[in-house]
């Protein structure tokens, strides 16, 4: 680009002017960054999920258990080709915000439905063998100070013992990591023993939460959920199974409206934005209209002095706007770590890109107009008038 | 020479004389400022509606019995028998034939669609007594009837019926064991109650086959401490029971922190960050003011002005630009969403609460500050430099 020195001076001809405007434009891209990570957060590892797995749970809720035998029945539907299951144990460790999930399973086969939780032979081992047991995600025993070996004490507010207390205390065998970093939100929890669970409570004895199940092929999903739910229809515990991508996405279709928030903000910012950009180079451009002049007379085409003004707007929007994304790509994660729920917070390339687009776009709409009446400048009056 | 308050005031009418020829940058501080201010009221808006929803959620004397250690409605349960026994505990006031103005309720979820989205959400039924109005007098039938007692009959909350779909009346709504069909849409004050289902008791723990109970909510004798605090020595004396009290406000008060601080956390950071950047366009608008009537500025020093009233003059000019902005940033979001209904999930309760967004004249007040502060701060620095404009080189320049 050989006219590049020219845009460049043109560009820093007000630095002040050409500072400012470009501040505001990062701090528009790092809201712009935040809020997209944000909503990765919410929509975190749900693609990714297992497209081969689907959930079991009670037909009227969530909150619903179901029998413990069903997991048998399920098993011997056609298509089927493992079955775990959970519970929510809902409990608390030390106060209410250091919120984390902790589910009662069946260690050999919730381990097996889930290859992507990975952790060590002899943890895992361990795991299966000691009844008060339990395994914790890396993320979790990272913020607690957790230890192979240290016990967790966690106190339940909807499951007491059999002796009337509260406190449940397990013994930390083991510590997984997710296969990918992109799904770590998704298994950040504690994972303790079925078994212990149930022989501990005084009742709701031999119910379990819900089922996730393997199909053995994905394409059969849809006709292996519709026979697991016919089979408990006119049960006592009727069911409903769907694709565990979409028992995800309904939960971030209940958080809902805030997502079109977020978008909507966004919407608002950018409106904000257009005018401001737009008016600064509406200014930049009619304080060089003797300048642009001169050029034309010196031979420049109408063309060459619209892109001039064009690359100008780009040139602007585009820096500012790249270093506001990088700001937002920084900052995600720490923010996120601070968030409960929200690890998963983080800038994606996908995410970026998006931004820079719209970063181009936004330089087309305000350059344009100046670029216009650059082009349609007649030299003479030019020159002369101003 | 006239005194440094008529020069303050002949300037700034100087000044606020000839913004119409810089209409096109003042705009800018205009549009920024209302497009902060706007996103902030709207998104404190949302905040301040479900504050003042859950806040006006239950009595002062009226008191929740959850099980010991449990956090919420959900995660309790109660057996008959305990149930019975807390109805009898001293402090719970009675009616005229000696029984206790007190009630068992069953709480659980069950999955309802939410309009607009197809697709379900955690809805909250609650198990209670026809005459619940004993206890919950400020609930009313607004549409159809109440349940009656043994039925599958449900009413539903107004803020329910707006947000999820098929619940108007003579629909079958899912609650267990099949559908039950809604008789009536009810009113509690616009309080989080209007989020819910409500049926009868008896139907819903025999559809359920469960004999227990989630919660007694009960009706204290009055407010104030002394009767709260004979209740809970009596409860919690009884070894027969394992079970916490407390005034239905501060629960309500407990269960919507997270969700709140939340939204609250979200509309200032964003108001912030916004914030800034509106300050940027208006750093860039008036230095640019400032610089184009550079040769005005320098004449009215020469002629004798201090640098006081240039300054004060600057800054007016950009507060009551930035003024403008606020009002019609604060007029555009209190037309477009006060009194918009939105429901979410509330994630300490796991239940849908429906809310309107409410714009408060407090809110307001804080949008016109926050906009008064970006004004000043976006008109000192340019002021100042007008302020120290060379005289002679600044008559000479352009």
Request: charged share 20%.
């Amino acid at each position: 680009m050989k006219y590049f020195p020219l845009i460049w001076a043109a560009l820093w001809r007000r630095k002040a002017r050409t500072v400012l405007t470009m501040l505001s434009i990062v701090v528009a891209f790092l809201l712009f960054g935040l809020l997209q990570s944000v909503i990765a957060a919410f929509n975190a590892g749900v693609d990714i999920s297992g497209a081969d797995r689907l959930v079991t749970t009670g037909k009227y809720s969530l909150t619903q258990m179901n029998p413990y035998s069903y997991v048998q029945d399920i098993r011997a539907v056609d298509g089927v080709a493992d079955v775990s299951f959970a519970s929510w144990f809902g409990g608390v460790y030390q106060t209410e915000r250091n919120f984390f999930a902790q589910f009662p399973v069946d260690p050999e086969s919730y381990l097996r439905i889930y290859p992507e939780v990975l952790l060590p032979a002899e943890q895992k081992q361990a795991f299966i063998d000691t009844r008060t047991g339990a395994i914790v995600a890396k993320t979790l025993a990272d913020k607690y100070h957790w230890k192979v070996g240290d016990k967790v004490p966690i106190l339940s507010t909807i499951w007491p013992r059999k002796d009337g207390s509260k406190n449940w205390e397990f013994d930390l065998v083991g510590i997984f990591d997710a296969k990918d970093a992109a799904t770590r939100g998704q298994h950040e929890y504690l994972l303790f023993q079925h078994a212990y669970f149930d022989e501990s409570k005084p009742f709701g004895n031999g119910m379990v939460g819900w089922f996730v199940t393997r199909t053995v092929d994905a394409n059969r999903n849809a006709e292996v959920a519709k026979a697991i739910d016919a089979k408990f229809r006119n049960s006592l515990y009727p069911t409903k199974t769907d694709s565990e991508k979409a028992f995800n996405q309904s939960f971030i279709k209940q958080m809902g409206d805030i997502e079109s928030i977020m978008r909507g903000i966004m919407g608002a910012v950018f409106f904000t934005l257009l005018l401001l950009t737009g008016n600064t180079m509406a200014q930049s451009v009619r304080d060089r209209v003797p300048e642009l002049a001169v050029l034309k007379t010196i031979g420049f085409s109408d063309r060459s002095v619209l892109a001039l003004v064009l690359v100008e707007a780009l040139l602007l929007c585009l820096l500012a706007a790249a270093l506001g994304l990088v700001i937002a790509s920084l900052l995600a994660p720490p923010l996120g770590t601070q968030i409960p729920g929200f690890t998963a917070m983080e800038l994606k390339p996908a995410a970026m890109l998006a931004g820079l687009a719209l970063a181009a776009l936004l330089a087309t709409i305000v350059g344009l107009p100046p670029a216009l009446k650059a082009k349609r400048l007649d030299i003479v009056n030019a020159l002369s008038g101003h | 020479m006239a005194s440094v308050i008529q020069q303050i005031g002949a300037v700034t009418r100087m000044n606020l004389a000839t913004v119409p020829a810089r209409l096109g940058t003042s705009l800018v501080i205009v549009v920024g400022i209302a497009g902060v201010v706007g996103v902030m009221v709207a998104l404190l808006a949302m905040a301040a509606g479900f504050k003042q929803t859950l806040a006006s959620t239950g009595r002062a004397d009226r008191a929740l019995v959850l099980r010991a250690g449990s956090l919420d409605e959900l995660g309790s349960i109660l057996g008959v028998e305990q149930a019975r026994l807390v109805m009898e505990a001293p402090g719970i006031r009675r009616d005229q034939g000696g029984n206790p103005l007190a009630v068992g309720e069953k709480y659980v979820l069950t999955d309802v669609v939410k309009r607009g989205t197809g697709s379900p959400a955690n809805v909250v039924v609650r198990g209670t007594l026809p005459e619940v109005t004993r206890i919950r007098p400020e609930f009313r039938i607004v549409e159809g009837r109440m349940f009656r007692t043994g039925l599958r009959e449900v009413v539903v909350g107004r803020g329910a019926h707006d947000q999820f779909s098929g619940v108007n009346i003579g629909d079958g709504v899912d609650v267990r064991d099949g559908p039950w069909t809604v008789v009536g849409t009810f009113t509690t004050g616009g309080d989080v109650h209007e989020s819910e289902l409500w049926v009868d008791d008896s139907a819903l723990r025999d559809a359920m086959r469960s004999a227990y109970f989630s919660t007694v909510v009960l009706q204290l004798e009055d407010a104030t401490p002394a009767t709260l605090q004979k209740l809970k020595d009596h409860l919690t004396q009884d070894p027969r029971l394992a079970v916490s009290v407390q005034r239905e406000p501060d629960y309500y008060a407990s269960r919507s922190q997270a969700l709140n601080g939340f939204i609250t956390g979200l509309g200032y950071a964003v108001a912030v960050i916004m914030g800034i950047g509106a300050l940027f366009g208006a750093l860039n608008t008036m230095y640019a003011a400032v610089s184009s009537r550079t040769v005005e500025i320098a004449t009215l020093r020469a002629i004798g002005f201090g640098g006081l009233p240039v300054v004060v003059s600057v800054l007016v000019e950009s507060m009551i630009l930035a003024l403008v902005g606020g009002v019609v940033g604060a007029a555009i979001a209190y037309l477009v969403f006060n009194g918009y209904s939105v429901a979410t999930m509330n994630f300490q309760t796991f239940s849908q609460v429906a809310f309107d967004f409410k714009v408060t004249p407090a809110l307001l007040q804080q949008a016109l500050v926050w906009s008064c502060l970006l004004g000043a701060l976006g008109g000192l620095f340019p002021a100042i430099r007008a302020a120290r404009l060379p005289i002679v080189d600044a008559l000479r320049a352009q």
